[in-house]
């Protein structure tokens, strides 16, 4: 079993930042691709980011590009997603999400492309 704990949202003014944490409780974490999705409520689930296993790969949704940036830490197990200037229309419930993969330079884009998910933590952007 693969057990992703998300923490680091909260409450923000437009235009300040947050950092999000994601720890994996799992063996062979650098095996893994990794992805941070979003949910606001009455809309579907969106694409944020993605790391392949070494993190030398990476994508980012067009919305964030320029704003967020991610990091993958394998000794920790642990993933982030750094968020800058930071817009209402960011609000949302951000998930991290893994997939196993047997390739280095692997990243998925899709949500049904990774198995495991994170509870979720919420990420609440103020005007």
């Known amino acids: 079993q693969v057990q992703l704990v998300e923490s680091g949202g909260g409450l923000v003014q437009a235009g300040g930042s947050l950092r999000l944490s994601c720890a994996a409780s799992?063996?062979?974490?650098?095996?893994?691709?990794m992805g941070w999705f979003r949910q606001a409520p009455g809309k579907e689930r969106e694409f944020v980011a993605a790391s392949s296993r070494s993190g030398d790969n990476t994508d980012y949704a067009d919305s964030v590009k320029g704003r967020f940036s991610g990091a993958r830490d394998n000794a920790e197990n642990t993933v982030y997603l750094q968020m800058n200037s930071l817009k209402p229309e960011d609000t949302a419930v951000y998930s991290c999400?893994?997939?196993?993969?047997?390739?280095?330079?692997?990243?998925?884009?899709?949500?049904?492309?990774?198995?495991?998910w994170g509870q979720g933590t919420q990420v609440t952007v103020s005007s």
């Open positions: 799992v063996f062979a974490f650098s095996n893994y691709v």
């Open positions: 999400a893994a997939r196993y993969s047997r390739y280095s330079g692997t990243v998925f884009s899709e949500g049904k492309e990774y198995t495991y």
